[in-house]
């Protein structure tokens, strides 16, 4: 009776597995279709400016709140770069734990790499760095005219990295989750350690 039930949970998970798969590519061969030459360049331009404005954004912060002396820049710098630690961490050990290729590996005849990237496809590290940013600029300044633009980058930048035929719909989805919750958990890290300071 355990063999039985055993193998009927083995065939559903197998079939919802198949099922979420066929869904991912064929949302993806749709997003890659949209193909121009500006909307290309516009991609690679976008998905670019991630890993740059995901340093700058902190060191700014930070460094601003240096020269002022002002203690919530300071914190607020801080409590960035710790939600980008995290989400690195996350990020690169769900990587190697999962080991999901690359869109362009797994069906070449539907998919070409537009840009160089790496080995393994799953969780999109772009796509969660660009939301921890733009989480942690929200949660340490929620105003509308940073957060509308903030998420409009972010979103923007997940968009071209499916655009470009390097992520499934689920790798972008399960990056934004990551980095929005780094970012949550390193400003609550921070709020529960003055409290437990204040405690003392």
Not at 61 to 83: E, F, H, Q, Y
Not at 159 to 168: D, K, N, P, T, W
Request: with cysteine; charged share 15%; hydrophobic share 45%.
């Amino acid at each position: 009776m355990n063999n039985i039930a055993f193998i009927i949970l083995l065939f559903c998970f197998t079939t919802i597995k198949v099922s979420a798969q066929n869904n991912d590519v064929k949302l993806l061969s749709t997003i890659y279709a949209d193909s121009s030459y500006t909307k290309d360049k516009g991609a690679k331009v976008l998905s670019a400016s991630v890993a740059p404005i995901s340093i700058v954004c902190p060191a700014t912060i930070l460094l601003i709140g240096l020269i002022r002396k002002d203690s919530v820049l300071i914190r607020n710098g801080i409590k960035t770069t710790g939600a980008l630690i995290l989400n690195t961490v996350a990020t690169v050990g769900l990587k190697y734990a999962v080991n999901r290729p690359r869109p362009y590996n797994e069906y070449p005849l539907l998919f070409h790499a537009k840009e160089k990237t790496g080995k393994y496809s799953f969780p999109s590290s772009h796509t969660s760095f660009a939301f921890a940013d733009a989480t942690s600029l929200s949660l340490a300044y929620p105003k509308w005219y940073v957060i509308a633009p903030a998420y409009l980058w972010a979103c923007s930048a997940a968009y071209s990295r499916m655009y470009l035929g390097v992520h499934y719909p689920t790798d972008v989805l399960a990056g934004a989750i990551i980095g929005t919750a780094c970012a949550f958990l390193s400003f609550k890290m921070e709020k529960w350690l003055i409290t437990k300071k204040q405690r003392r």
